[in-house]
């Protein structure tokens, strides 16, 4: 069965504090994703790497980074949290032109 | 640039009756089309999806849509809901070509009434 795990189901955490969430896949997928989903906004991807140690900004990178040191394995990274960016985070990988599968989120507080 | 379009943010219908949610793209070459199911608390699970072969397309669920070209449409249905069915619906859209991104809409909650 494929997966895609992300490491937390919920995190709250504090204004200015670094934040990882890890995301890995075992389907040996070169496509992977950070995507964000707000009420009525619907899914906005934040970054996408298409290989090991590429990656390409998406439609909103303000504020985050990403490391993709091994194929399996995409990390976003909130360098200061702050409290817009309070949200539930989805990851996703895909072998291009196939479907993406998805984690199961991580909503991730900041107060 | 590729975009899409999910007019409204939700449709209530009654259960046995006609499901149709609406989804126009914009892709400057051919595309790629997915629907894809959210229910509460959960991530995304694919419902069906458009690699240019078949223009009708059936998924799970008994849910299937139709790639329509010259509409830029790639609208959902399901002959009669269940309740379900209810559940946020997503459409989303990944060009030809290597590292292309996938893109969503907003997404629409589907409500069904006993």
């Known amino acids: 069965d494929v997966k895609v795990t992300q490491s937390s189901r919920y995190l709250v955490k504090r204004t200015g504090e670094k934040v990882f969430l890890e995301c890995v896949q075992d389907m040996d997928h070169e496509n992977m994703f950070w995507y964000r989903q707000d009420p009525g906004l619907g899914l906005r991807l934040i970054y996408f790497s298409y290989d090991v140690k590429m990656k390409e900004k998406g439609d909103i990178p303000e504020g985050y980074s990403v490391s993709r040191e091994k194929k399996e394995r995409f990390s976003l990274i909130l360098e200061s949290a702050s409290t817009n960016q309070t949200s539930m985070y989805l990851c996703?990988?895909?072998?291009?032109?196939?479907?993406?599968?998805f984690g199961q989120g991580t909503r991730l507080t900041v107060v | 640039a590729q975009s899409v379009t999910q007019l409204g943010s939700h449709v209530s219908v009654s259960e046995g009756a006609l499901v149709l949610l609406r989804c126009n793209y914009s892709?400057?070459?051919?595309?790629?089309l997915f629907w894809y199911v959210q229910y509460p608390n959960q991530g995304l699970q694919l419902l069906l999806k458009y690699t240019s072969a078949a223009t009708l397309v059936k998924g799970i669920n008994g849910f299937e849509a139709e790639f329509k070209k010259s509409e830029t449409s790639f609208h959902l249905t399901k002959p009669s809901a269940h309740m379900s069915d209810a559940a946020e619906y997503f459409c989303?859209?990944?060009?030809?070509?290597?590292?292309?991104?996938?893109?969503f809409g907003k997404g629409i909650t589907l409500s069904v009434r006993p």
């Open positions: 989303a859209v990944n060009q030809a070509g290597a590292n292309s991104k996938l893109t």
């Open positions: 996703a990988s895909s072998s291009y032109p196939q479907e993406a599968f």
């Open positions: 892709s400057s070459v051919p595309p790629y």
